[in-house]
Each structure stands twice: as structure tokens, then as C-alpha cells.
């Protein structure tokens, strides 16, 4: 009797699916003993498929850890659990459902399963109203296809389970449609399925009935890639550094014009670099859409008959405006559409007005975007508004016109450029940037008093006409190449047109000497580049293009040339005292973000409360402030010197002390304070 009862395998599983773990084969026996335990169990529940069953969830966990140990016993293991769970899921018990999938799962990661079956069950397990069971599976899917394709992609695979969540976005369940949505977003995010075809699947979510799903699509596509980092390092190579700029204006005398020209050649070069950074797409999937076009016009007819709230209807116009400016797509439609959202009092007035410019692109005919602005000019830029609101709407009138120049009117920019006197300082400094854009676009458009000063490149600046597309047949700028050639000698390795620094080192660690060119040399090729025609230029230009190949260093000079227009001054023209108003130059992407619209130079004004708020939030702890008591004995009685300093004043009056105090001399004075000073000291 003692030895049965200390034998306890039949009845101990965890010991027992150890053992069999260690040596299989002398643990036969029992092992086909709790098999056919399992099978009376599976008979018994099928009767009763709603019952809780333990005992059948411990010998199913069981049989799924021991399965690679026994893998003829149990080659059919796999499939009655998925008949189980395809026939009964709804009305299975969640522990005994839960269990059963867990057990399924285990055998997967084992590789006892082929993934395309159990990933159709799964999916079809997602109709359960049953939290923990969906989160667990949705982890699971997601796991799983990423292992799958961790060596090497498995398009076959991959494409039949993507055809299976084509169907299941379809589903009339809209919590199994939404799963299958936020797997295929998570596979995207985890570039396991950033292909094609899946970014086409999501799109079919935007015009789904369900607000869930269509608010998870609209996000996804109005998200931003978490993997990509705007790279700011420049390569050495591609142009001249600002250390390269500083040594070459620190040798020589440290006057106050070498120290101008630097602080001006800083500009350009930080303007240039902003133009040759490669730009980096905010989100990929965008422009992955088979057909835009007919996506927008969609979207656009789903906008206007929606009854979403207005949370939504605002993502549906960002969608629509990212896609119509991303893709250069034509829906007239949209901007009327806009236009009747443009109110100072609209709530997200300035998202709308993000939609606004970020719809705009230089193939919308002029005509079209004109009323916008006027409309945005009517109720934004107004004196009854305050200066918030003619800031916001001075700065989207100038994304709109940067991306669609010919929409604005000589008329319109010169009203709108007196606001650079403004008394507000955020409006003033919005119409600076407004008269700077057009320095840069067509200063022509402008007052004469506010184009600047002039330089070569401004004096060749000019808008282009509708449609119409300037191809050269050289390099601009070419023609330095030749003029740096001609002269022979040591200074003419520098200047604007080459400032270029050896950045080697010697084996010992110490610099290479530099040699740099005198101001005298830069000004003197500077001037035989303005003495020569520009027709006789581009004709350099194209010879030197077709003749040779340019190396690095070649680029580097033409870049610097092309520099040096932003900064000498136009032929006849000399400098200027004044310093020209130029508002900070910033990178236009691909999509243009809020602080575009709502930034203001100077922070408002807090109200009392504001300020109020602040002031207490500074006293939370003001202990050094207090008086600290004397006394060591806090407990003490008080003397009779500190009883009459709580005295009424009318008892004390008549005291020898306070009638004489104010009858006593500077000495008496000085004696009295020196003492009060002394006790203080000694009581710190």
C-alpha cells in the first residue's frame, strides 16, 4: 500500500513530461496510458462541448510538450485539436479555448504544424468575444510571420495569408476585420510586409463602415516611419565645410569686413546646405498606392456625404491633401471644400489650413487657388483680428504660394507685405517672411524698398509660367572651371570659386599647411565672372559640360560659384548700409507640419491666472525665508523683552523706552546696532 502510494507518475504529469523529456523510450508505457486517457477525455467532451473539462486541459498541455517525443502516436494530435476548435470555439469554455490554442501554439514552435492552417484558424478564432484570447493570438500571428521570414521572404507564403486578410477586412466582424487591420500595420511598421500589395489591402480599410477600422487606417497612413532619422551629417566631400570658411577668413587682419563677409558667406552656405539635403519621404506607404488619383476622388465623395465626427473628417482631409500634394494629383473639388472651413472661429482651424497648403503644388492651375488665398487674406489677415490669427493666416498664405507661386497677385503681396510694420511682433515677423520668399521667387512682385539687396541670383530669378518646364543642357556655374584654369599659380586654389581644405592629417598627427588666398585675388575673380556676358557664360558652361567629366572637387568649386551669386552684389550695385530683414530660412519637406502655420516668434502674453498659478507654484517651499527661532529650548517661557514687543502699543506708550527712543543720539544709534548685530551673530 505505501509503495502505490508513493508511485504517483500516472497521476503527476509535470513530473511525468519531465521524465519523458529526459528518455523517451523507457517512458512508453505510461506515456500511451495518459494518451488513451485523453481520447476517453475528447469522447466524453464532445458530448458536452460548453462544460469546464480540467482534467482534459492538463493531458492536452501535456501531450503538446511531449510531441516531439512521440511523433507517430501523435501525428493526428494537431489536427483533432484545430476540428475541436474550428467546431466548437463559440461555445467552448475561455480557460478550455485558451488552453487549447496555448497547447496549439506550443506545437507551432516546434514546427509540428504547417503555419498556413493554424493562421486561418486563428483568424477565425478572432470572432470570439473574448479579449485575452484575441490579444494572445494577435501576438502570436505577428510572431510568427516575422520568424517566418527572419532568414529569407516567404513570398508564397506570405501571399496566401495576405489573401486571406484581404477577406477577413471584408468580414461582417468588425473586431476580427480590425485585428487582421492592426497586424498588417504592425508587419508593415516591422518591414516584414512592406510591400505593394499590403499598403493596397489598408487602403481598402478606408472605406470601411466601422470607425475603429477606418480611423486605424487613416492613421496609419498619416503616420510617420519611426525607423527613419533625417541624416544631418554632410559628406566632406559634396562642398565647403564652415571650418573651411573660418580659417580662410581668419588669416590675415581680423577687421570688422573680413568679419561681415564671414558672417554673410555662413548664411549662404547654411541656405545652400538646407537645398542639397536629400530629402527623406515622411511616410513610404503613401507612395506605394496603385492609383492615387481614384483613391482621392473617393476619399473626397466619402468626406463630403460623412456623418463621422469631426476628428475624422479632419484625418479624411489630411489624407486627401498629403495625397494630392505628394502625388501632384488634380481634385478641383477639394478646394472649395476647404474653403468653407476658413473661419478664425473654426475649430482645428489650423490643421484645415495645413490641408490648405499642403493640397497646393505648382500643376493646380492659378485660378483655382486664388479664391483660397483671398479667402484666407478676407478673414484671417484682418486689423479686427488679433495678432495670433494674422500670424496663422499670413504664414499659410505663404506655404500656399510656396508651393503655388503664380497664385498670388502683385496687389495682394505688397498689401501684405506693409504688415511688416505692424505694432504685433508675430505679424511682423510672418510678413518678413512673406517679402523674403519673394526675394528669393520674383523680386519684382515687390515694393522697391523691399526687395533687398540685389545679387546675381535674384537678378536671375523669375516665376515660372503654368506648365512651363526650364531643361538646361549644362551644368550652371560650368563655366568657373576655365577661369580658375587660365591663371596659373599657387593662390588660385582658393577663393569663392574653391575653398576647398585638404582635412588629412600627417602619420604624426599634425595638420598640413593651408595656403589661402588674399581678399584682393577673390575679388578679382569675382569681378572677371560679373565682366563676362551671360550668353558668352552658358556657352562655357555647356562647353566645359560636354567635354570633360567633373570630378568632386570640380563640383565643389561650381557649388561655390553658385554661392557666391547669393552674396556678391549685382553689377552697378553697391553694398547697402541698412541690413536686409530676413526672416530664418527653413527646410521645406515633402509634408509641412503645424509649427508651419502656428509659429509665432514671440510668446504671448499669460493672463492673471497663468501668472498667478506660476507665482504659487514657486512657494511650495520658502523655509529659508522664514524666521528661524532663537531659543534652544522651544518649550521655554518668553522674557519679558519679547512680552513687550506683543504688547498693545497704547500700554507702552507712556514707557521711559518708547518715548525716549526716538530722542536718542547717532552715537546711541550706532551702539544699539552694533549690539543687535553681535547677538544676531551669536545666535547663527
Known sequence: MTSRHNNKLPTNLPQLQNLIKRDPRSYTEEFLQQFRHYQSNIQIFKHQPDKPNKDLAELVMFLAQVGHCYLEELANFPKELTELLLNHHTVLEPDLRMTFCKALILLRNKDLIDPTSLLELFFELLRCHD??????????IVTDIKNINAKHKNNKLNTSLQNFMYTMLRDSNPIAAKISLDVMV????????????????????????????LV?????????????KDSDSESEDDG??????????????????????????????????KKKKVEVFNFSAIHLIHDPQDFSEKLLKQLESSKERFEVKIMLMELISRLVGIHELFLFNFYPFVQRFLQPHQREVTKILLCAAQAAHHLVPPEIIEPMIM???????????????????????????ARCPLSMSEDLLQDLSQYKSHKDKNVVMSARGLIQLFRDLNPQMLHRKDRGKPTESSAEARIQDYGELQAKDYIPGAEVLELEEEPKGEDDEDGWESASMSEEEDDDGEWVNVHHSSDEDQEEVAQKLQSIPLEERKAKAAAVS?????????????????????????????????????????????????????????????DKETR?????????????????????NPFASTSNKEKRKKKNFMMMRQSQSVRTKGKRSFRDKQLALRDALLKKRKFK
Not at 510591400?195 to 466601422?210: L, P, R, S, Y
Not at 568649386?557 to 526672416?583: E, H, Y
Request: proline share 2%; glycine share 4%.
Open 240 to 273: 565647403p565645410t564652415a571650418r573651411d570658411l573660418r580659417v580662410r577668413y581668419s588669416t590675415g587682419k581680423k577687421t570688422s569686413k573680413n568679419k561681415k563677409k564671414l558672417e554673410k558667406a555662413m548664411k549662404v552656405l547654411k541656405k545652400h546646405n
Open 186 to 213: 504592425e508587419l508593415y511598421k516591422r518591414n516584414i510586409w512592406n510591400d505593394v500589395k499590403t499598403v493596397n489591402v489598408i487602403t481598402t480599410a478606408c472605406f470601411a463602415k466601422v470607425t475603429k477600422i
Open 375 to 401: 479667402t484666407i487674406a478676407n478673414n484671417f489677415v484682418t486689423d479686427r483680428n488679433s495678432g495670433e490669427v494674422m500670424t496663422v493666416g499670413i504664414n499659410a498664405i505663404k506655404e500656399i504660394v
Open 131 to 140: 479579449k485575452l484570447l484575441r490579444k494572445t493570438l494577435y501576438t502570436h
Open 612 to 632: 498667478l498659478a506660476t507665482a504659487l507654484a514657486g512657494r511650495t517651499d520658502r523655509k529659508e525665508f522664514v524666521k528661524k527661532k532663537t531659543k534652544l
Open 216 to 228: 486605424a487606417a487613416l492613421t496609419f497612413f498619416l503616420g510617420k516611419d519611426e525607423d527613419e
Open 546 to 606: 560636354a567635354s570633360r567629366l567633373l570630378t568632386q572637387d570640380d563640383f565643389k568649386k561650381i557649388r561655390l560659384a553658385q554661392m557666391a551669386k547669393d552674396v556678391s552684389a549685382a553689377p552697378g550695385k553697391g553694398p547697402k548700409k541698412r541690413k536686409a530683414d530676413s526672416d530664418e530660412e527653413t527646410q521645406r519637406g515633402e509634408l509641412l507640419t503645424l509649427r508651419d502655420i502656428e509659429r509665432l516668434h514671440k510668446k504671448p502674453k499669460s
